[in-house]
């Protein structure tokens, strides 16, 4: 599939706990970006990374990348109810063309 | 970031209908796109919308039911043609090339059902 995969799949802690989504790929990147989407409205972006970049930080956010294991992590520290949405990863290959591929998605549920 | 509307925000339509979204971003940007994403699923890129020339199409998706216009550098419109209960989704439009060049924005989206 040219989809990443994302996991877990779905996520339900408690507020004041980190979550930690995955992001895996096939082939090479420019870049990878992560997005929240509440409720099945539109997409917010949260972070761009670089492909020579190894990890960004963005407030309560921190976005890592391993392009050798083709990887990137999304860790929200001190999570809120608020932050309850879908996650999911988006990479640009490297074929010149702005082409974003998806990933499967993390839907995270955070419990007063 | 690039602010980005889109109209209607949500319908219901009869099968064998068409409807026109429309997708308008408040400055000129190099890219556009247009997403489908079924209930429960992640996004599909549909196309891009080439302004001034047809769309470009990926895999699985024609213009004949999905045909794309884009007369300007900061509109768009997705038609959905003869319409089935398969294509109830949700219909993004993202842009790229505008403020912050890598970076794609993404629209409010138009949730779809159809009868």
């Known amino acids: 599939s040219q989809q990443g995969e994302e996991d877990p799949q779905a996520l339900s802690i408690q507020e004041g706990e980190n979550a930690t989504m995955n992001c895996s790929y096939k082939t090479s990147i420019n870049n990878l970006q992560w997005y929240r989407q509440n409720s099945g409205r539109g997409l917010v972006h949260l972070i761009l990374i670089r492909s020579n970049e190894r990890e960004k930080h963005s407030g309560r956010l921190r976005v890592t990348l391993d392009t050798s294991k083709k990887s990137s992590s999304l860790l929200i520290t001190a999570s809120r109810a608020a932050d309850t949405a879908s996650y999911f990863c988006?990479?640009?290959?490297?074929?010149?063309?702005?082409?974003?591929?998806f990933g499967t998605g993390t839907r995270l549920l955070v419990s007063p | 970031s690039a602010v980005i509307s889109q109209k209607p925000s949500r319908d219901i339509c009869q099968r064998g209908t068409s409807l026109t979204i429309q997708c308008q971003v408040d400055?000129?940007?190099?890219?556009m796109f247009w997403y489908r994403q079924q209930p429960g699923q992640s996004l599909t890129l549909i196309a891009t919308?080439?302004?001034?020339?047809?769309?470009?199409?990926e895999s699985g998706f024609v213009i004949d039911k999905f045909p794309i216009s884009r007369p300007n550098l900061t509109f768009s419109t997705l038609t959905v043609s003869n319409m089935s209960p398969e294509d109830s989704s949700i219909y993004l439009c993202s842009v790229a090339g505008g403020i912050g060049t890598d970076t794609q924005y993404f629209g409010p989206g138009t949730r779809l059902t159809v009868l």
């Open positions: 400055s000129q940007v190099t890219m």
């Open positions: 988006a990479r640009l290959p490297n074929t010149g063309f702005q082409k974003l591929v």
């Open positions: 919308a080439n302004q001034g020339s047809e769309a470009t199409y």
